[in-house]
């Protein structure tokens, strides 16, 4: 018996691509905000409330919010957490750390999702550029505790330290 599939591509109406650009959009608008608002003693909660507010005026929805529970708007990390680090009042970023924001916007049912990451304070572009390429190029490993649930972690020191011992 044959069994008949949907073709690899699926071809667009201009309708649905003008509500993923529109995604897109949005999600751009959040994240220029709360990046925008990144300074040093700024917590990652009061980012988060700037990208809802963004995304909220413009009639779309968090994508994340809610998802398998998440919490949030956003996802923040400072300097060498993972990835999907949940915002609070308590995380605040000091001058020269990194702070990493991903956003995800839905309109009329389609999904937009991108992620920035801002230095915080007094950083020159080359020391940021410098910290931003050895931090991402450090090692990840799959965690064997709690039978790998908790995902990726993070085998590293600080992106300051880090950075430091590579010149």
């Not at 300074?39 to 963004?54: F, H, K, M, N, R």
């Not at 990390?77 to 308590?90: L, S, Y």
Request: aromatic letters at 4%.
């Amino acid at each position: 018996m044959r069994i008949r599939r949907e073709p690899a591509i699926q071809i667009k109406t201009a309708a649905q691509l003008a509500a993923m650009a529109e995604a897109g959009q949005v999600v751009a608008r959040a994240l220029s905000a709360a990046a925008d608002a990144v300074a040093p003693g700024v917590s990652t909660a009061e980012l988060d409330a700037i990208a809802a507010g963004q995304i909220r005026a413009a009639g779309a929805a968090p994508s994340f919010l809610g998802y398998h529970g998440f919490p949030a708007t956003i996802c923040a990390c400072i300097n060498n957490e993972v990835v999907h680090g949940i915002p609070q009042a308590a995380r605040r970023p000091r001058d020269g750390d990194v702070v990493s924001i991903d956003c995800g916007a839905i309109v009329d049912g389609w999904h937009a999702d991108a992620a920035v990451t801002v230095p915080v304070g007094s950083v020159t572009a080359a020391h940021f550029e410098h910290t931003v390429a050895i931090t991402a190029s450090g090692p990840w490993v799959l965690t064997a505790a709690d039978g790998g649930r908790e995902g990726l972690a993070r085998l590293a020191p600080p992106p300051r330290q880090l950075a430091q011992s590579h010149g």
